[in-house]
């Protein structure tokens, strides 16, 4: 029986993508009988139109496009978790107190980079900051190093690259439980509902391809090199700086989850009504993995 086609999407170029790749670049999606295709979707609010629109089955994003899409009555679900190790890196010399008040940058509105901007204010900065829009994270960097934004949030290898370019790491996002934490792989409600038997297949594949990764730091570095974008040097040192995040049952239901929707409740950005189970759903892949 020939292998069945599932086109994929990732938003952008960073780690977010590397459990997926590892599983499609690896083998383990073929191995489960899934001929997959993996293309940049070019933001994570253009994965959830490529998932709307079928043009895609999975989707790799972080979470608040999905968590924004799902409370406008869109039917879709986040699945498995994912990589989303996240540093608000200031311009070159800066300190926290010398970003309070002053210019973050974001890619766009209800989107991570915003959503970590408006937590570094409210529990970080502990003050209120213009929030400039300024499109992909390669254009923050930029940003950051022409002095027209005081910091912006960054992953790795990105993130990499700007502390050797004298961007300090002014705060680790993992303090807040938000590092590996809110994003992974979404896909329709309609497809977990009537196609069981290739979720499984899927969330078995993705599952295998993450310890392929764990395992093997030369497979890991090739992957932040490709889907990172950048040097062999950076993509090492991405590696030693993720691997350890990746979790053994990436559950979608985390505390950092919990920690946007409760956040944006808190803001007015959701209703009082929306819960974690509106937008996560851990069955398939606690099935799959046997856990709690």
Not at 61 to 83: F, H, M, T
Not at 115 to 122: E, I, Q, S
């Amino acid at each position: 029986m020939s292998d069945e086609q599932v086109p994929c999407g990732y938003a952008s170029e960073g780690q977010g993508s590397t459990p997926l790749a590892a599983a499609i670049d690896g083998g383990s999606m073929r191995e489960q009988g899934i001929e997959a295709t993996l293309t940049k979707q070019g933001s994570a609010h253009a994965v959830v139109d490529g998932l709307l629109s079928g043009r895609i089955t999975f989707g790799n994003l972080a979470a608040p496009a999905l968590v924004d899409a799902v409370s406008r009555g869109e039917q879709l679900v986040l699945l498995a978790g994912g990589v989303n190790q996240q540093f608000l890196v200031g311009r070159p010399g800066a300190t926290l107190d010398d970003v309070r008040g002053q210019p973050l940058g974001a890619s766009s509105g209800a989107d991570l980079g915003e959503f970590l901007a408006h937590v570094a204010m409210d529990r970080v900065l502990g003050a209120e900051s213009e929030i400039r829009y300024l499109g992909g994270s390669r254009a923050r960097f930029d940003a950051l190093l022409s002095g027209e934004i005081a910091a912006s949030p960054l992953s790795p290898p990105l993130a990499i690259e700007a502390r050797h370019a004298g961007c300090p790491w002014l705060f680790d996002y993992a303090e807040l439980g938000l590092n590996f934490a809110i994003g992974g792989i979404a896909a329709r409600r309609e497809t977990v509902r009537e196609e069981p038997e290739l979720v499984a297949r899927f969330l078995r594949g993705y599952l295998a391809g993450q310890r392929h990764y764990k395992r093997d730091r030369d497979f890991g570095a090739s992957l932040h090199e490709r889907y990172g974008e950048t040097t062999r040097a950076i993509a090492e040192e991405t590696y030693d700086v993720t691997h350890a995040g990746f979790r053994d049952v990436p559950d979608p239901a985390t505390e950092g989850m919990q920690l946007l929707i409760d956040f944006w409740k808190e803001r007015g950005t959701l209703g009082a009504s929306f819960a974690l189970a509106d937008v996560v759903d851990s069955g398939p892949i606690l099935a799959v993995t046997g856990g709690p």
